[in-house]
């Protein structure tokens, strides 16, 4: 780590490294209880800091594939328990992905998350998915699609240069 990334993290209360380090930790069963209990709580201070909540039950299994991209940091970041999350996902600051009658979402890989943004329920959201800003999606999300406006919206490409866009309320 540069001077200049350690010198941020200590600024705004979150080292990317260290954070995900020490939640990878918890989910190893070689490391005693006493340190991964020491662990969590360093994780919660920092999720309290940032007014984040990203589910570090053990009991549910590391909901991650990978280390998600975090390009505004932890900043208002939800994430429900049992929530799944596949490989390369960039997740921007204030998204919720919540339970609903008691479902989480199953987001797939190469994903991008939109600041603001709210996906709950037993969704999938698709591979190679965009999800725009401020969007609220309650229902699937096929593969190489983007979902955009308050009110989503998907268009998906397909074939070359061909757009084909959609209203939920309709399918």
């Known amino acids: 780590m540069s001077l200049k990334q350690y010198i941020k993290s200590i600024a705004t209360g979150f080292n990317y490294d260290k954070y995900w380090n020490r939640r990878d930790k918890i989910f190893d069963s070689r490391?005693?209880?006493?340190?991964r209990a020491y662990y969590k709580f360093y994780l919660r201070r920092v999720d309290a800091k940032n007014g984040a909540d990203i589910n570090i039950v053990a009991e549910n299994g590391n909901n991650f594939q990978a280390h998600p991209i975090l390009p505004h940091g932890i900043k208002g970041i939800v994430i429900a328990?049992?929530?799944q999350i596949g490989n390369n996902v960039t997740i921007s600051h204030q998204v919720t992905i919540g339970r609903s009658k008691n479902l989480?979402?199953?987001?797939g890989n190469n994903v991008y998350i939109g600041p603001g943004?709210?996906?709950f329920g037993g969704i999938r959201v698709g591979n190679n998915v965009r999800i725009g800003a401020n969007c609220i999606v309650f229902q699937d999300i096929p593969d190489n699609a983007t979902v955009v406006l308050e009110k989503p919206r998907i268009i998906i490409k397909e074939?070359?240069?061909?757009?084909?866009?959609?209203?939920?309320?309709?399918?």
Not at 159 to 171: C, L, R, S, T, V
Request: glycine share 10%; aromatic share 14%; proline share 7%.
């Open 31 to 35: 490391i005693p209880r006493i340190l």
């Open 81 to 83: 328990g049992g929530a």
């Open 104 to 107: 989480v979402p199953v987001i």
């Open 117 to 119: 943004a709210k996906i």
């Open 159 to 171: 074939q070359g240069y061909e757009y084909f866009a959609f209203d939920i309320d309709k399918m």
